[in-house]
């Protein structure tokens, strides 16, 4: 067998072998080594020229996802020619690495300049608003325009809730976003009014409260559209949020459900399940990358605001952060008061929140986003929901998602401009719930009396009321405000007050803007047994409780039980007689074990246990 392997002339294969390679010309392997090296950058940047090629460069078709007996879709959606044709990427962007890495560097947003707002949430954060109206486009120089917009202006007004670390301008950092202004300058070029909602320390305001934002903060959020929806009522609200900023809109949707003002929404990029999302950016090497410049990022952040978060956190623990769940663990958490990173992750996944959104809802997302990935989509819960059309492409990056040879538009701008103007011609546009909360009399007296009335401008994190659901659908209102929150009523609750068995039911509408007290003897029948009521006057009362203060007293000790009966017995729809035969049937066993236990050595004397004993 040795001999085999050697030539004629005493040579062995390997030799001959090595003999013949060297034969070859070294630019053929020059041709095979950049071969190569093209098939894994090719499959490494995950490019798709090569498909698009094939299919003729048409493109891959947009996949909707919704209810069969949705309106949103029927009704509105189905009027948006972008969600119902083809995507097809920029050809020398063909790749979601490439997309995302120019937007981030380049992005070409239209130039125009925004009028700038600064408004105080009650905890003492600032937020910065830029505006850009209608008008401004309309006018050479942005100052020449009327700065304000009237009371009853019925222009629809657009707030946009921007992404991670990004603001509306991207100015203070070069990694910073710019896509918002391709959004902004399409909605105001179509005549609406366009509002970006920066997020606590970013657009160039400093922190001036311990309160930082993050993924699931939705206080904000709210503050504000309570703030433009109570400024401008005739404006039909929408709002449209990317990345982060999807990841709120959602949540703050699925929160408020439907008692919020918002008409319309859009969901661009969302990462839906943050547990899911964390794991994905630490799986393979690029996406390791993302997650080490948004780190990067983060820690930026961090740095712009050096004194308020080193007062809170571990600053030594924050700086060294290479990823953003050890940024999560080291200041997130500790800041916002999370037990653990998986536990903030979860509780802010705005996944958890599809079910209660009742605001028609157009969700955006690329199948190879390479920050939010595909396995976080929710796409049962999607398709549950009537309100929700969700809208997949097989390409688009993260936020990118550029078009035509150029690259100076982003597609997904279009789709959400056609579905919001749809939805603002059609008859389908949300409209807030009239919301009904209970609070005892002397609740009430003493919250108006000692803390005031605070408006929704003024609400906070810290010191606004907070509510309970009841089982009868009511909400139970419930106040920790202190007594140093006496400030003037900038706007008086909205409501209808109603009085009944010492309860006052307060109606709140987003159109009434002051208080009326009313008794059911207006309402109802006077004659009826159990709901009938008197009208309650001041004097009256204190005039009866100067003249009966036992009988008062014995009232208020049992107005409690009697009012617990009362809302039992019209919960239940049943008689109270009922209720108690079927309280005294279900608890006797109970009593005559314990009686017997109490009472068995009076029973051990008698006579019938004598008897007993003798048979």
């Keep these: 067998m040795e001999a085999a392997a050697v030539s004629s002339d005493g040579k062995s294969a390997g030799e001959l072998?090595?003999?013949?390679?060297?034969?070859?010309?070294?630019t053929r392997y020059a041709l095979a080594a950049l071969a190569l090296a093209a098939a894994l950058l090719y499959r490494f940047l995950e490019l798709h020229f090569l498909g698009d090629l094939l299919r003729g460069l048409r493109g891959g078709r947009v996949a909707l996802t919704f209810h069969p007996e949705s309106q949103v879709y029927h009704r509105v959606a189905s009027e948006c020619r972008s969600l119902h044709g083809r995507y097809l990427a920029t050809p020398w962007l063909a790749s979601p690495h490439l997309q995302t890495l120019f937007l981030s560097i380049s992005g070409r947003p239209p130039?125009?300049?925004?009028?700038?707002?600064?408004?105080?949430?009650?905890?003492?954060?600032?937020?910065?608003?830029?505006?850009?109206?209608?008008?401004?486009?309309?006018?050479a120089d942005a100052d020449s325009c009327d700065e304000s917009i009237s009371k009853d202006d019925s222009t629809p007004l657009l707030v946009v809730i921007p992404g991670l670390t990004s603001d509306s301008s991207a100015a203070d950092a070069g990694f910073l976003l710019q896509y918002v202004k391709h959004l902004v300058f399409s909605m105001a070029s179509k005549g609406w009014n366009v509002v970006v909602s920066n997020h606590r320390g970013l657009g160039g305001i400093s922190i001036t409260s311990d309160c930082f934002y993050n993924a699931g903060w939705t206080e904000d959020m709210r503050e504000v559209v309570n703030f433009l929806h109570q400024e401008y009522p005739e404006a039909p609200l929408f709002t449209v949020g990317t990345s982060i900023g999807a990841n709120i809109v959602v949540k703050y949707l699925g929160e408020e459900g439907e008692s919020t003002?918002?008409?319309?929404?859009?969901?661009?990029?969302?990462?839906?399940?943050?547990?899911?999302?964390?794991?994905?950016?630490?799986?393979?090497?690029?996406?390791?990358?993302y997650d080490r410049a948004l780190a990067i990022g983060l820690k930026g952040y961090a740095k712009l605001h050096q004194p308020v978060l080193a007062r809170l956190a571990n600053w030594e623990a924050i700086t060294s952060s290479s990823s953003i769940r050890?940024?999560?663990?080291?200041?997130?958490?500790?800041?916002?008061?999370?037990?653990?990173?998986?536990?903030?992750?979860?509780?802010?996944?705005?996944?958890?929140?599809?079910g209660n959104v009742s605001v028609p809802l157009l969700c955006i997302s690329a199948l190879d986003d390479p920050l939010c990935t595909r396995e976080a989509i929710p796409w049962d819960e999607c398709r549950a929901n009537k309100n929700i059309v969700l809208a997949t492409t097989p390409n688009g990056g993260h936020l990118a998602f550029f078009e035509g040879l150029t690259a100076r538009r982003l597609w997904w701008v279009r789709p959400v401009s056609e579905f919001l103007c749809a939805l603002h011609d059609s008859s389908y546009m949300h409209r807030q719930k009239v919301v009904l909360v209970v609070i005892h009399v002397s609740a009430f007296v003493n919250m108006a009396q000692?803390?005031?009335?605070?408006?929704?401008?003024?609400?906070?994190?810290?010191?606004?009321?907070?509510?309970?659901?009841?089982?009868?659908?009511?909400?139970?209102?419930?106040?920790?405000?202190?007594?140093d929150n006496n400030d003037s009523l900038h706007n008086q609750i909205v409501g209808e007050i109603e009085l009944s068995d010492s309860m006052v039911v307060v109606q709140q509408n987003e159109h009434t803007g002051e208080i009326q007290n009313e008794s059911y003897s207006r309402m109802g029948d006077k004659n009826n047994s159990e709901g009938n009521a008197t009208s309650v006057q001041g004097h009256e009362v204190n005039h009866r409780q100067r003249e009966e203060?036992?009988?008062?007293?014995?009232?208020?000790?049992?107005?409690?039980?009697?009012?617990?009966?009362?809302q039992l017995t019209r919960s239940q729809g049943k008689s109270v007689w009922l209720l108690a035969y079927i309280a005294v049937v279900t608890s006797w066993p109970l009593l005559g074990t314990l009686g017997f236990f109490l009472f068995r050595k009076r029973f051990s004397n008698s006579l019938l246990a004598k008897k007993l004993k003798k048979l």
């Design 450 to 483: 000692e803390h005031g009335l605070h408006s929704s401008f003024e609400s906070s994190i810290d010191k606004s009321p907070y509510v309970n659901f009841m089982e009868e659908g009511m909400v139970a209102a419930v106040t920790n405000d202190g007594p």
């Design 326 to 354: 050890e940024f999560d663990r080291h200041a997130t958490c500790v800041v916002a008061k999370y037990e653990t990173v998986d536990t903030f992750y979860r509780k802010c996944s705005s996944a958890n929140y599809i």
């Design 111 to 139: 130039s125009f300049t925004y009028r700038r707002q600064l408004y105080t949430v009650r905890d003492g954060g600032t937020i910065a608003l830029d505006w850009l109206l209608a008008s401004d486009l309309e006018a």
């Design 261 to 289: 003002p918002v008409a319309g929404a859009a969901s661009i990029c969302s990462p839906w399940d943050l547990l899911v999302t964390n794991r994905f950016i630490s799986r393979k090497l690029v996406q390791r990358c």
């Design 549 to 566: 203060p036992y009988a008062n007293n014995i009232g208020d000790a049992i107005a409690p039980v009697r009012r617990s009966i009362n």
């Design 17 to 26: 072998l090595l003999r013949a390679a060297a034969l070859v010309p070294w």
